[in-house]
């Protein structure tokens, strides 16, 4: 790979190779990466930033806020208002949809977001992240209403993420595969360091939260039950467990080495269909694992096929290894 791509020269470049850049959307994936730039830089102070700690508010989750939480939304808020690429944006952090001020041109994409994952795990210095998603504004009517998000996951023309761990890293995927850049802070760039990124279609490692064990539905009991058989049950093989309770960061170790995710259904509130948001942490996570050849269902159907009806709706997640995925996702359809 040639040294030293950096995130513009990469976008100049793909526009030129298939189209799927345009110049808005170009303009879009550098507002966001360079307001990830100013994230890491805030989450990179910790306790010196004076930002650590929980903001005494909550979110429309009803989740605490972190001050980083906060911080990291109103940077991509005001990062992306003025550029004329975007119409409007939504957030984890915010109730409804935020409008481009009048004053600024109106684009034709919508942006959503989830500012920074994980976030109970900033005070406690683990890699946390945030997530990005970018859908096309319908142009059958004027004016932007929080109906004009609700789109499957398929629909999403770019996605991707940032995750602040011991190196910063965009990962991102406009549809012709998976790109990581790594933050050169010396350069102040993001600097292209893997492309065609691949998730081997087996694995030997899965992460779940096993404290939820006796809520889960049975699938998913059999499935991890297996896995802990080892190689004298009925897999064969030992597999090795993960669980870093931040999404980006289990995310990122499966599109770097393999693995399969799960957070799924469970009985502790039967009314919700999971505990992940489907629009800004499951689509955006799901395309990209397809992408780099793996699989994403929430234990029954495909997630980019989800026709969502709600902006915060909740999202059961299975994704990673291909083979694990629709073996996990057959023991829920009898398939
Ligand atoms: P639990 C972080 O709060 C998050 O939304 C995801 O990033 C993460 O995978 C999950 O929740 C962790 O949930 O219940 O294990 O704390």
């Not at 929080?146 to 549809?175: M, R």
């Not at 509130?269 to 992940?276: C, I, N, R, V």
């Amino acid at each position: 790979m040639p040294k030293n791509i950096s995130l513009t020269r990469y976008l100049v470049e793909q526009q030129r190779v298939d189209g799927s850049i345009p110049a808005q959307l170009r303009l879009l994936l550098e507002v966001v990466a360079r307001a990830c730039k100013s994230i890491s830089m805030a989450v990179n102070k910790g306790a010196l930033g004076g930002v650590l700690g929980s903001a005494d508010s909550e979110n429309v989750q009803g989740e605490v806020q972190k001050k980083l939480d906060i911080i990291s939304n109103e940077v991509l808020i005001e990062a992306n208002e003025w550029g004329g690429h975007l119409a409007a944006m939504a957030s984890e952090e915010m109730d409804s949809i935020h409008l481009v001020p009048s004053r600024y041109p109106q684009g034709e994409y919508l942006l959503l977001f989830d500012p920074l994952d994980g976030s109970s795990n900033i005070d406690v210095n683990v890699s946390i992240g945030t997530i990005f998603s970018v859908l096309r504004k319908p142009d059958d009517h004027p004016g932007v209403q929080e109906a004009d998000f609700l789109q499957a996951g398929a629909k999403q023309v770019a996605a991707g993420y940032c995750v602040y761990g011991p190196s910063t890293t965009l990962v991102l995927t406009v549809g012709g595969g998976v790109a990581m850049f790594t933050l050169d802070r010396e350069q102040g760039s993001f600097v292209l360091t893997q492309e065609n990124v691949q998730i081997p279609a087996d694995t030997k490692e899965f992460a779940i939260n096993m404290s939820n064990m006796r809520h889960w539905d049975a699938p998913v009991k059999r499935y991890v039950d297996e896995c802990l058989a080892g190689k004298e049950g009925p897999r064969g093989k030992d597999f090795n467990m993960r669980w870093i309770a931040s999404m980006v960061a289990d995310v990122h170790r499966i599109l770097t080495r393999g693995g399969i995710f799960m957070y799924p259904w469970d009985k502790r509130e039967p009314e919700k269909a999971g505990k992940l948001r489907l629009m800004y942490e499951a689509n955006p996570m799901a395309w990209l694992v397809e992408q780099a050849g793996g699989a994403a269902t929430n234990g029954k159907q495909r997630i980019l096929d989800l026709q969502p009806t709600k902006l915060h709706e909740r999202v059961a997640v299975f994704l990673g290894s291909k083979n694990e995925v629709e073996r996990v996702t057959a023991y829920h359809t009898g398939g």
